[in-house]
């Protein structure tokens, strides 16, 4: 009997094993529940700051739409950002990128002034005669760069928000040297060029003898200036008459006349305009067009600038006889009769 019953509790133990602990199950799904929960949070929280990236990005990088441009401006039409200073007033003003093109003694710096009276205007002065700034290619962009992104500050940059911005470059200083590069980049950042020349290149040739003179000699109490602003200094200057050599005369004044075709012909791709000075002296009407190519409202522009050679230029030179006689019958011969 004893051993029945120790059978039966044996059958009992196999049939009957003991029941788990209600404690283990609720942890387990506890920590199923806690893992399931981290995951679905971290989901929600990648979505939530995707969306605020989106948001901030659309808000900050809008683009600024300005009225009453058309179709073919468009690749004109700058909104700069300067690294040096805060735009954000005038973030949304458009700017428009100019270079003025010309030759020394031509009327670039009365010109330039002229431009720089207008309030929405920024012409920065001849910013490549420093030869460093012209060196090679990667140079001259470096320079442009900065002064098209507003970070070249100069006696005419202005405060106000300014609509056009350039400056004057000389031919000889390093324009026709570079100018494959120098199209290729007004043509992609959207560059006029105003080419500004001189008809009568007789004039400019005794102009550029007596600048050149005066830089040694020191006229004005021993101070050269290129550009007077009074008639007394004006006068003080033109008392010096240069010698011109008859002999390689009209040979000069052909070689800056093809200078002058060869700019033209080589940025014939760019948008541009031609002036002339003894148009802009002569008619007034030029300057509106100026403002009109730059797109900026139409101003009265003035100028204290003084003329220094006034008069015959018989006159002027010391050799008269033999300049008029090079050249009398030839195709410069009108450069011997016009005012300007």
């Known amino acids: 009997m004893a051993e029945d019953v120790c059978f039966f509790s044996k059958d009992a133990l196999i049939i009957k094993p003991p029941k788990k602990s209600p404690l283990v199950l609720r942890m387990v799904v506890l920590m199923f529940a806690m893992v399931c929960g981290v995951y679905i949070c971290s989901i929600c929280l990648k979505q939530i700051n995707t969306h605020t990236k989106m948001v901030s990005v659309q808000v900050i990088d809008r683009p600024c739409h300005a009225s009453r ?24 003003n458009p700017v428009r990128f100019f270079a003025i093109l010309s030759m020394q003694r031509s009327g670039s710096g009365w010109f330039e002034t002229l431009l720089n009276s207008h309030i929405n205007v920024s012409s920065n002065g001849e910013i490549f005669s420093a030869k460093d700034r012209r060196s090679n290619v990667s140079a001259i962009v470096k320079t442009l760069d900065k002064v098209y992104n507003l970070d070249w500050f100069s006696s005419a940059s202005k405060n106000e928000c300014s609509a056009a911005v350039g400056f004057k470059w000389m031919l000889n200083q390093g324009v026709m040297e570079h100018h494959q590069a120098i199209v290729e980049y007004f043509n992609r950042r959207g560059v006029s060029a105003i080419f500004l020349f001189r008809r009568n290149l007789l004039r400019r040739m005794i102009s550029v003898l007596a600048n050149s003179y005066d830089r040694d000699a020191k006229l004005l109490n021993g101070t050269h200036k290129s550009h007077v602003h009074s008639l ?100 410069y011969e009108s450069f011997l009769h016009a005012d300007y």
Not at 69 to 92: F, L, Q
């Open 232 to 331: 007394d200094e004006a006068k003080i200057l033109a008392n010096y008459k240069p010698i011109i050599n008859a002999t390689l005369l009209i040979s000069d004044l052909k070689q800056v006349e093809d200078t002058a075709a060869k700019a033209l012909e080589y940025f014939s791709s760019t948008r541009h305009t031609i002036l002339y000075y003894e148009d802009l002296v002569t008619n007034h009407t030029k300057l509106i067009d100026v403002q009109e190519f730059l797109r900026v409202p139409e101003m009265d522009l003035k100028s204290r600038q003084v003329k220094i050679h006034k008069g015959t230029l018989s006159n002027q030179v010391v050799n008269w006889d033999d300049v008029h006689k090079t050249l009398k019958g030839t195709q």
């Open 69 to 92: 441009i058309e179709e073919w401006e468009i690749p004109y039409v700058h909104y700069p950002k300067p690294n040096t200073y805060s735009r954000d007033e005038c973030k949304c």
